[in-house]
């Protein structure tokens, strides 16, 4: 597993980071800004106010999988946390990285 997270860019969850003054973020970039929605319903700067950066994007993406999986009835599994997320936007992978 720790190959794939290490070849594979773009798997960091920072699709759910808002735009700043200073940066523009991936969600808003095509072709994310045309499938990517739901984004209200994870709102990481509550989540940073009520864990103190104790949890990752990617961990909450991780999270948000298995939470959805197991809603419509299909196998559930025990998700790992521990994931760091990217210190820096990557514009580029956005758009040409997608899983």
Do not use: H, Y
Not at 48 to 65: H, K, Q, R, V, Y
Request: with cysteine.
């Amino acid at each position: 597993m720790s190959k794939i997270w290490v070849t594979v860019k773009g798997c960091d969850g920072s699709i759910l980071i808002d735009n700043s003054s200073t940066i523009e973020i991936e969600k808003n970039i095509f072709p994310n800004v045309n499938f990517a929605k739901g984004f209200d319903v994870f709102d990481k700067a509550a989540q940073e106010d009520a864990c103190g950066g104790t949890i990752s994007c990617s961990d909450i993406l991780a999270i948000a999988a298995e939470v959805s999986v197991s809603v419509v009835g299909r196998p559930s599994w025990a998700v790992l946390l521990g994931r760091r997320d990217s210190l820096i936007v990557n514009k580029s992978g956005a758009k040409t990285a997608l899983p």
